[in-house]
């Protein structure tokens, strides 16, 4: 099963950017509710304080996890534990990037520490944590940025900016808006692990 929370900035068009299965679990956080009903996108959970959704006539038919205003933690990191709970094959968090409130997608990357198969997603950027070992790239007209979580060793081939057993530190920008040349890339992380941003041109 796949666990989809969405949160604000919601994406304007989720299903292009998501196509939706019946099987999905969706989880609305705060404001996104709204934004989900606009597209009638079905909500299986509502999670949040609601202080930003303006019509809480929204929530009566739906099943509600309500938070206390004055709290520790984010919306948005409730959502995700609550969908841990549920044990999914894929974990999704869609939208949640840039906005007015950028320190909320600061924290978000943060996120990884605890949901380390957590994927964030819009309709420009898709952000993961890759582990040791080798991966694959077919990505066209996009950028890849490599980013060390919180440091690696890896080698890059088939981009345009080819490394070999490079050591990439926390504040190390070298691997930001690299390109593919060939219809494959490879990424070989030998030590720690990298968060990997792919953004369209």
């Given at each position: 099963?796949?666990?989809l929370v969405?949160?604000?900035p919601?994406p304007?068009?989720?299903k292009?950017?998501?196509?939706l299965k019946?099987s999905?679990?969706?989880?609305?956080v705060?404001q996104?509710v709204?934004?989900?009903y606009k597209?009638?996108?079905?909500?299986h959970?509502a999670v949040?304080?609601?202080?930003?959704l303006?019509?809480?006539?929204m929530?009566v038919?739906?099943?509600?996890?309500r938070l206390?205003?004055?709290?520790?933690?984010t919306d948005t990191h409730?959502a995700?534990?609550?969908?841990?709970?549920i044990?999914p094959d894929?974990?999704?968090?869609?939208g949640?990037?840039g906005?007015?409130r950028i320190?909320?997608?600061?924290?978000?990357?943060?996120?990884?520490?605890e949901?380390?198969e957590?994927i964030i997603?819009?309709e420009?950027?898709?952000i993961y944590?890759?582990?040791?070992?080798?991966?694959?790239?077919e990505?066209?007209?996009?950028?890849?940025?490599?980013?060390a979580y919180p440091?690696a060793?890896l080698?890059l081939?088939?981009?345009?900016?080819?490394l070999?057993?490079?050591?990439?530190?926390t504040?190390?920008?070298?691997?930001?808006?690299?390109?593919l040349?060939?219809?494959k890339g490879?990424?070989?992380?030998?030590e720690?692990?990298?968060i990997?941003?792919?953004?369209k041109?």
């Amino acid at each position: 099963m796949r666990v989809l929370v969405v949160t604000h900035p919601t994406p304007k068009n989720i299903k292009e950017i998501m196509p939706l299965k019946d099987s999905d679990y969706i989880i609305a956080v705060d404001q996104a509710v709204f934004s989900l009903y606009k597209q009638r996108v079905p909500i299986h959970l509502a999670v949040g304080d609601f202080d930003s959704l303006t019509n809480h006539g929204m929530l009566v038919n739906l099943n509600v996890v309500r938070l206390n205003p004055i709290k520790d933690v984010t919306d948005t990191h409730q959502a995700l534990v609550e969908a841990t709970k549920i044990n999914p094959d894929e974990l999704y968090l869609i939208g949640g990037i840039g906005g007015e409130r950028i320190e909320h997608f600061m924290v978000h990357t943060m996120f990884f520490n605890e949901f380390p198969e957590m994927i964030i997603k819009d309709e420009n950027s898709t952000i993961y944590v890759l582990d040791k070992g080798i991966h694959e790239f077919e990505v066209k007209d996009q950028y890849v940025s490599f980013f060390a979580y919180p440091k690696a060793v890896l080698t890059l081939v088939g981009f345009k900016y080819d490394l070999t057993e490079y050591i990439l530190n926390t504040y190390d920008p070298l691997c930001i808006s690299n390109e593919l040349m060939e219809d494959k890339g490879f990424i070989d992380i030998k030590e720690g692990k990298v968060i990997v941003v792919i953004s369209k041109k």
